[in-house]
C-alpha cells in the first residue's frame, strides 16, 4: 500500500464535521442498525436459509443502485475494484450467517467492534494519532467489546462471534476503500454487481439448506435495496468528510439503536452483560469524539493510506 493525496481524499486531521456530513452519518448509522434487524427477523423461525438472504440482499441493492445510477447523471463507469466487491461479499455472508445463533444487539456490537479496530489501525498507519483521552476511550472500548465475547451464560457463540469479527473486518477495509471515491453511487452500484455472482454461487454451493418464504424473501430484498444499497451510498459520501479514526467511531453508535431496535420489535431481552459493554464502548467513543485526533506531521494530514493495492 502507497500512500496516495488528492483533493477528494476526506478532509484533513482535527478538521470538524459539517452539519451536511453529520446528517448523513446520522441516516447510515440508522440504516446499518436497520440492517441488522432486518435480517434477525428474517433468520428468525426458519422464514429464510442465511445464503439465500445474502444472495437476495446483493442482487436486490445492485438492481435498486443500478436504476439511482440510470437516473442520475452519466459519468464514466469507475475503475473495477475487485478487492472492495470481495469484502462487500464477505462482510454480508459472514453477516449472515452469524445472525443464525446472535442476537441482533449483540452481533452488532460484535460487528463494529472489529469495524472500529480495522479503522483505528488504518488511521495510525496513515499518520493519525488521539491524544490521551482519545487512547483511553479506544481502551475502553476494546475492553467493553472484550468482556462481551468473554465466556459466560450469557456470552454469544464462539462461531457466531469469529464469522460476526470476520464481517466487521470485511466492512472496515470496505469502508476504507470508499473514503475519496468521486462518485460514490457509480461504485457502490458496481461492488453490489460484482460481489452478486459471489452470493449466488455461495447459494449454489449450500443448495441442501434452501429455504425460503414471502415474508423472509421481503426482508431480505428491503435490506438489500434500501439499507444497503441506498444506506451505503449515504455513507460513503459522508466518508469523504471524515478522518479513519472518526469515522470508525462513529459506526459504534449502531449497536445501541440496534439494541432498542431488538428490543422493540424482535422481543430481546437485553442483559447486564450487554449494558455493561455497551456502556464501556459507548463511553470509550464519547472520550475520542471529545478528544482532537493530532495528525503525525503535514504529510500524515494529506496523505491517507491507499488500500486499493
Given at each position: 500500500?502507497?500512500?496516495?493525496?488528492?483533493?477528494?481524499?476526506?478532509?484533513?486531521?482535527?478538521?470538524?464535521?459539517?452539519?451536511?456530513?453529520?446528517?448523513?452519518?446520522?441516516?447510515?448509522?440508522?440504516?446499518?442498525?436497520?440492517?441488522?434487524?432486518?435480517c434477525r427477523l428474517a433468520?428468525?423461525?426458519?422464514?429464510?436459509?442465511?445464503?439465500?438472504?445474502?444472495?437476495?440482499?446483493?442482487?436486490?441493492?445492485?438492481?435498486?443502485?443500478a436504476i439511482v445510477a440510470r437516473a442520475?447523471?452519466?459519468?464514466?463507469?469507475?475503475?473495477?475494484?475487485?478487492?472492495?466487491?470481495?469484502?462487500?461479499?464477505a462482510y454480508v455472508a459472514c453477516f449472515s450467517f452469524a445472525y443464525l445463533t446472535v442476537s441482533a444487539a449483540t452481533g452488532a456490537l460484535i460487528l463494529f467492534g472489529a469495524v472500529q479496530l480495522t479503522m483505528f489501525a488504518a488511521g495510525l498507519?496513515?499518520?493519525?494519532?488521539?491524544?490521551?483521552?482519545?487512547?483511553?476511550?479506544?481502551?475502553?472500548?476494546?475492553?467493553?467489546?472484550?468482556?462481551?465475547?468473554?465466556p459466560g451464560v450469557s456470552a454469544p457463540t464462539a462461531g457466531g462471534v469469529?464469522?460476526?469479527?470476520?464481517?466487521?473486518?470485511?466492512?472496515?477495509?470496505?469502508?476504507?476503500?470508499?473514503?475519496?471515491?468521486?462518485?460514490?453511487?457509480?461504485?457502490?452500484?458496481?461492488?453490489?454487481?460484482?460481489?452478486?455472482?459471489?452470493a449466488l454461487i455461495l447459494s449454489v454451493v449450500l443448495a441442501g439448506r434452501f429455504h425460503l418464504t414471502t415474508r423472509g424473501a421481503l426482508l431480505a430484498v428491503a435490506s438489500g435495496a434500501l439499507t444497503s444499497g441506498i444506506g451505503y451510498v449515504i455513507w460513503y459520501a459522508a466518508l469523504k468528510h471524515l478522518t479513519a479514526m472518526r469515522a470508525a467511531a462513529v459506526q459504534l453508535s449502531v449497536p445501541p439503536i440496534a439494541a432498542c431496535g431488538a428490543v422493540l420489535f424482535l422481543a430481546e431481552q437485553p442483559t447486564w452483560?450487554?449494558?455493561?459493554?455497551?456502556?464501556?464502548?459507548?463511553?470509550?467513543?464519547?472520550?475520542?469524539?471529545?478528544?482532537r485526533a493530532r495528525g503525525g506531521g503535514t504529510k500524515a494530514s494529506k496523505q491517507v493510506p491507499d488500500v486499493r493495492r
Amino acid at each position: 500500500m502507497r500512500p496516495l493525496a488528492t483533493s477528494s481524499d476526506p478532509a484533513p486531521t482535527g478538521t470538524q464535521p459539517t452539519a451536511r456530513t453529520v446528517l448523513l452519518t446520522c441516516v447510515a448509522m440508522l440504516a446499518f442498525a436497520s440492517n441488522s434487524l432486518l435480517c434477525r427477523l428474517a433468520l428468525h423461525d426458519a422464514r429464510i436459509d442465511a445464503a439465500s438472504f445474502g444472495s437476495l440482499r446483493l442482487v436486490a441493492g445492485a438492481l435498486m443502485l443500478a436504476i439511482v445510477a440510470r437516473a442520475g447523471a452519466h459519468r464514466p463507469p469507475p475503475r473495477a475494484d475487485w478487492l472492495a466487491a470481495t469484502m462487500l461479499f464477505a462482510y454480508v455472508a459472514c453477516f449472515s450467517f452469524a445472525y443464525l445463533t446472535v442476537s441482533a444487539a449483540t452481533g452488532a456490537l460484535i460487528l463494529f467492534g472489529a469495524v472500529q479496530l480495522t479503522m483505528f489501525a488504518a488511521g495510525l498507519r496513515a499518520g493519525e494519532r488521539f491524544a490521551a483521552a482519545g487512547w483511553l476511550g479506544m481502551g475502553a472500548a476494546v475492553a467493553g467489546l472484550l468482556y462481551l465475547v468473554s465466556p459466560g451464560v450469557s456470552a454469544p457463540t464462539a462461531g457466531g462471534v469469529v464469522l460476526m469479527s470476520a464481517a466487521g473486518i470485511a466492512w472496515g477495509v470496505y469502508s476504507l476503500r470508499g473514503r475519496g471515491l468521486a462518485d460514490p453511487l457509480a461504485s457502490t452500484a458496481a461492488n453490489f454487481l460484482r460481489a452478486a455472482p459471489m452470493a449466488l454461487i455461495l447459494s449454489v454451493v449450500l443448495a441442501g439448506r434452501f429455504h425460503l418464504t414471502t415474508r423472509g424473501a421481503l426482508l431480505a430484498v428491503a435490506s438489500g435495496a434500501l439499507t444497503s444499497g441506498i444506506g451505503y451510498v449515504i455513507w460513503y459520501a459522508a466518508l469523504k468528510h471524515l478522518t479513519a479514526m472518526r469515522a470508525a467511531a462513529v459506526q459504534l453508535s449502531v449497536p445501541p439503536i440496534a439494541a432498542c431496535g431488538a428490543v422493540l420489535f424482535l422481543a430481546e431481552q437485553p442483559t447486564w452483560r450487554l449494558a455493561i459493554a455497551s456502556v464501556a464502548i459507548l463511553g470509550g467513543i464519547a472520550l475520542v469524539l471529545a478528544g482532537r485526533a493530532r495528525g503525525g506531521g503535514t504529510k500524515a494530514s494529506k496523505q491517507v493510506p491507499d488500500v486499493r493495492r
